[in-house]
């Protein structure tokens, strides 16, 4: 409604335009496909990996005749504006899409500081109306309700513009995304490092004992491959859960890993006879693990359903069954999927090609 009340300011063949800003690429062609599809204005979309950041005034000129909405995301028109191939003062209407980021040194909080208020302090040339979009006007984790007021007053004076929204406070902390967090604590106690040694040195054992009882089999090289490569995997999130959750929960990973019914072995599949030598190994790995963990009637381990146990212990280890369940459960999900990784794919630079290889293209061209 906004873009067609003043489309009659910037219609072609008019020299203005409006810009549409949105903070993520992917919301580019998500809020142009919903101008083309309300509006009969002409849409052009723009984002890094288009060469934006190679193009000159001229072609940015062919852009401004052709297209009356510019969506594209802020650094373009900040990189836009500092090389002066758009005015600000060519724009009638600035939208601003998730409009909360505007502070400290977001790009949409630079397109006003550098350009915006400079053109309206000045009172030379004219600026665009702003109009800003956003779900949650205050960005911030655990501020008081007192603090809301003055970050809203702060985002008027940046856009220039006036707030509307919940007039009670309380209405208005329903509606900030970041929870007020609460902490508790506890002792940790860190394993040994004799003891550490001792039980990652089980483990290596462990690992050559079971390797030695396959070269005694009659298997194919592969199968003898896969399983020593299960081992080394399961060995290290063992250690790992070892290092990170305790002797009790690495005992009680190697324990499920060990079971017939369990969803941890996320790597390549292996044959019926390989899955169950994999899982003696955990079943052994298990064993050496409870050899360690403190029992006997000064300590016990309870699963805490309830609040009931024996009176005459001295020593309780104190485990929440459903926080005990899914804490291993992820935990040794993480841990497998870290492990399993064989490969990292780098993602391209975003931006288009780089300007030397661009230059390059262009000398051979010339040489040619």
């Known amino acids: ?169 309380s209405v208005l902390a329903g509606f900030v995304p970041f929870s007020t967090p609460h902490f508790r604590y506890y002792e940790h106690m860190e394993i040994p490092s004799s003891k550490r040694a001792s039980l990652v040195g089980m483990l290596e054992n462990l690992t050559t004992k079971h390797r030695f009882s396959l070269a005694t089999l009659d298997l194919k090289a592969s199968t003898v491959d896969s399983i020593e490569k299960r081992l080394r995997k399961i060995s290290s999130c063992l250690t790992y859960c070892l290092d990170d959750l305790g002797i009790l929960l690495a005992q009680k990973a190697a324990q499920s890993l060990s079971t017939s019914q369990n969803d941890f072995f996320l790597w390549d599949q292996l044959n019926m006879f390989s899955e169950t030598f994999v899982k003696k190994f955990c079943s052994d790995a298990s064993q050496e693990f409870l050899v360690d963990i403190p029992h006997g009637l000064d300590w016990g381990v309870t699963n805490m359903k309830t609040q009931s146990w024996a009176s005459t212990w001295r020593k309780v280890i104190v485990n929440l069954f459903a926080i005990k369940l899914f804490a291993l459960k992820y935990a040794c999900d993480v841990a497998c999927t870290v492990l399993r990784v064989d490969q990292i794919i780098m993602a391209k630079q975003a931006g288009g090609p780089r300007r030397d290889a661009a230059q390059a293209a262009g000398a051979g061209a010339e040489e040619d």
């Open 1 to 169: 409604m906004l873009l067609r009340s003043y489309a009659y300011l910037f219609r072609k063949p008019s020299p203005y335009f409006n810009v549409f800003l949105v903070p993520q690429v992917v919301l580019v062609s998500q809020q142009a496909e919903a101008l083309k599809m309300h509006t009969d204005l002409k849409v052009g979309m723009y984002w890094g990996e288009m060469g934006v950041d190679f193009w000159d005034s001229s072609t940015w000129q062919q852009e401004v005749d052709k297209y009356e909405v510019l969506v594209m995301t802020p650094a373009i028109l900040l990189d836009a504006l500092r090389h002066s191939f758009l005015k600000m003062n060519m724009i009638k209407v600035l939208i601003v899409d998730e409009c909360h980021h505007a502070g400290g040194k977001h790009p949409y909080a630079c397109i006003m500081r550098e350009f915006y208020h400079k053109d309206l302090n000045s009172a030379i040339s004219e600026v665009p109306r702003i109009f800003g979009m956003t779900a949650s006007l205050v960005k911030t984790k655990g501020a008081k309700l007192d603090s809301y007021w003055k970050k809203i007053h702060e985002l008027e004076t940046l856009m220039n513009s006036k707030v509307f929204t919940c007039v009670n406070e």
